[in-house]
């Protein structure tokens, strides 16, 4: 099949946009599927990071085709400003960037709302990115959102987001004591927003089921990780929309017949930000090192990542939900200065053992893991890029990640620049 769907299987920042990105040079079309200008997916171009929060990470490689589906809140202003930001780095976008008329918007009040309810949960806070992605995808299924193929007729999105507005404004000065927003403003900033985007919006799922059928190569760039996902992640401390690969068909319009292999992308080790559960965290000069030898620093809001070691129990569990049979593994090079590396086999659950990921916060919040220790292999893994080239204990941790996880591993990442990748199995 030649649609391939890249999922993270922590959470978040396993390095999607660097791997979308190399693939994309053997891809016809690259579609994000869900999430919003939540995710930073960091790509290197000519030699020199770039950030892409919506638009898909194949979008700075030339020829390539990229969609941003119907399951994606879109933020018209951050895409306007993110697509004059790529322009002006040299990059044609033109004919190839799609937006499907039905993905929903996320708008001012959307993003006052959620700071005003991320302050009033107070110790209960989830860390969100503050990027209005909650209540967008809260309206969106209330039937209070906005789809972008609206601002097509900007007349008619006027009087819609006339109405929506004056309600919105009563929660923001009611329920939260915050200043109303000023609608006459926001639209007067959105109107030019609309005309340039408008040449931008399309109806894409029959393109995407076509180009499938045709045998063209597709790969699905999902954003955040499997365990943000809103089902199946360590609720409440998630996202709002469905990242593993079951996203792809309520996301885009494709069926899931017509979804070929899931491809995990795993981080040699775990990072995560936000609050919430993280059984595997660190806290001591271990933490420190990762953190800064892998420049763990978020991508959208510059928040230091919480780092620890790579768990197997969490990677089983997105294995599973995902139908993944081979994970990329990301950031190699981060651990090669480490004596010892651990990774979490089990989880300690008050004095029991168990390899079964909780699906309650309580019982997460409860977790000792259960580390097995792996030698090091202290030298440089990042010129490598050919297997043989890679150290021996190296080559061992990652098998020994195959054997625990039962998974494959089809390449290796070992830098953030493009061709630093040690690929043992192509991936279309
Ligand atoms: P990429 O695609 C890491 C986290 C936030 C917060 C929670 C909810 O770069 O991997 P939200 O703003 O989505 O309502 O926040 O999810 N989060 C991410 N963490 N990488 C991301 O995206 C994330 N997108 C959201 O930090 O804990
Ligand atoms: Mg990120």
């Not at 990071?49 to 700075?60: C, D, K, N, R, T």
Request: proline share 5%.
């Amino acid at each position: 099949m030649s649609s391939v769907v890249v999922v993270g299987t922590q959470w978040g920042d396993e390095g999607k946009g660097k791997i979308t990105n190399a693939l994309s040079s053997d891809a016809d079309l690259v579609v994000r599927f869900q999430g919003g200008a939540n995710a930073g997916h960091t790509v290197s171009v000519d030699g020199t990071p770039i950030v892409f929060h919506l638009l898909p990470s194949g979008i700075s490689v030339p020829g390539v085709r990229n969609i941003i589906g119907p399951g994606v809140v879109i933020d018209p202003i951050a895409l306007d400003v993110e697509i004059a930001e790529v322009i002006d780095r040299g990059i044609e976008i033109g004919e190839n960037l799609m937006i499907d008329v039905g993905a929903h918007m996320v708008l001012p009040y959307h993003k006052a709302l959620e700071a005003a309810e991320e302050k009033a949960r107070g110790n209960a806070a989830i860390g969100t990115t503050h990027r209005g992605i909650g209540p967008a995808y809260a309206d969106r299924c209330a039937r209070d959102g906005i789809p972008i193929g609206t601002l097509a007729a900007f007349d008619v999105f006027r009087s819609r987001f006339e109405e929506i507005v004056d309600r919105k404004n009563e929660y923001l000065v009611r329920l939260y004591g915050e200043e109303p927003l000023d609608a006459g403003e926001i639209l007067e900033q959105l109107h030019p927003v609309a005309e340039r985007l408008a040449r931008h919006l399309s109806d894409t799922p029959e393109t995407l089921r076509a180009a499938i059928r045709a045998g063209r190569n597709v790969l699905f760039e999902g954003a955040q990780g499997t365990l943000l996902d809103v089902a199946f992640g360590t609720y409440p401390y998630v996202t709002s929309s469905c990242t593993t690969a079951a996203g792809v068909a309520a996301g885009t319009g494709v069926p899931p017949s017509l979804i070929g292999e899931v491809i995990g992308i795993t981080k040699a080790y775990t990072t995560r930000v936000g609050a919430g559960p993280f059984p595997t965290e660190l806290t001591d000069d271990t933490a420190k090192t990762i953190q800064e030898r892998g420049s763990e620093r978020g991508a959208t809001t510059g928040r230091a990542r919480r780092c620890g070691w790579l768990d197997i129990v969490a990677l089983k569990y997105s294995i599973a939900l995902n139908g993944i049979r081979r994970i990329i593994v990301t950031k190699l090079d981060i651990l090669d200065s480490f004596e010892t590396i651990k990774v979490c086999v089990a989880y300690d659950i008050d004095g029991s053992r168990t390899d079964r990921f909780p699906r309650t916060v309580d019982e997460l919040r409860r977790i000792r893991p259960v580390y097995e220790e792996i030698p090091g292999w202290m030298s440089d893994t990042g010129e490598a890029r050919r297997e043989s080239e890679l150290p021996a204990p190296a080559l061992a941790y990652l098998k020994r990640i195959c054997e625990l996880a039962d998974v494959d591993i089809c390449s290796v990442s070992v830098g953030a620049k493009g061709d630093a990748l040690v690929e043992f199995t192509s991936v279309f």
